[in-house]
């Protein structure tokens, strides 16, 4: 299957900072990520779906100020969370499409915790 | 938008027993797709099945598109099989490949 790795794994970061998640294709082009939350013991919830070269859209009541997307390449998302909170401490999964292809490949997911 | 429902929430083995696990969903779909999230958090695919029946190994998968549901069999289940499962569906009316996940089942498989 293709692969979607995450980068980091795994983060700390100081309340008030920024942080920013990686999400890359390796083995194909995806003119399309999706972003995803999970939180303990939860079910995945769509933040929002990157598309290369535009504007990201947002699942509602997800704030796009404080989660910016860009999706600069064909293999590569970012997910920047700004001015962190301890409420944004979360685990964080990306997904992607090859293109034409059916099945969503995920990445291995971002630890976030925020103190 | 459509909803999931995946069953037992929770559901414990011994190691060599047989499980079925249950997804339901609410409208037409044209992506079903079943996943395994292991200890670590990565999701792991297992299954794309919108229709029909697929084997893996132990593992196989039956969707009945047209009754709405999804099952997964696992048999003669490991330790490894432990984590969560989870079924993610498309709506047939939906775009963008947006991915509905249901809440999954927690499989603990003891030796």
């Known amino acids: 299957g293709a692969v979607v790795s995450q980068h980091p794994s795994r983060v700390i970061c100081k309340s008030g900072t920024s942080v920013k998640i990686e999400c890359r294709s390796l083995?194909?082009?995806?003119?399309?990520m999706f972003w995803y939350r999970q939180f303990p013991k939860q079910s995945l919830m769509l933040m929002a779906t990157?598309?290369?070269?535009?504007?990201?859209?947002?699942e509602q009541g997800v704030e796009k100020d404080k989660f910016l997307i860009n999706h600069a390449s064909l293999t590569l998302s970012t997910l920047t969370v700004t001015s962190a909170h301890p409420e944004d401490s979360s685990f964080y999964i990306c997904?992607?499409?090859?293109?034409?292809?059916?099945?969503?490949?995920f990445g291995q997911g971002t630890r976030l915790t925020v103190v | 938008g459509i909803q999931v429902e995946q069953s037992p929430p929770d559901l414990i083995l011994q190691e060599g027993a047989n499980s079925t696990l249950r997804c339901n969903f609410s409208?037409?779909?044209?992506?079903l797709q079943w996943f395994h999230q292991n200890p670590w958090g990565q999701l792991i695919n297992l299954f794309y099945?919108?229709?029909g029946t697929k084997q893996n190994g132990r593992l196989s998968a039956t969707t009945v598109a047209t009754e709405r549901y999804s099952l997964l069999y696992i048999s003669s289940s490991q330790t490894t099989d432990s984590g969560v499962y989870f079924c993610?569906?498309?709506?047939?009316?939906?775009?963008?490949?947006?991915?509905?996940f249901g809440k999954g089942t927690l499989l603990t498989v003891n030796p």
């Open positions: 997904s992607a499409y090859v293109t034409g292809g059916p099945e969503a490949f």
């Open positions: 409208d037409s779909v044209n992506n």
């Open positions: 990157s598309n290369e070269g535009s504007k990201a859209t947002y």
């Open positions: 993610a569906v498309m709506n047939s009316g939906g775009s963008n490949y947006k991915l509905t």
């Open positions: 083995d194909f082009q995806a003119t399309t």
């Open positions: 099945i919108p229709s």
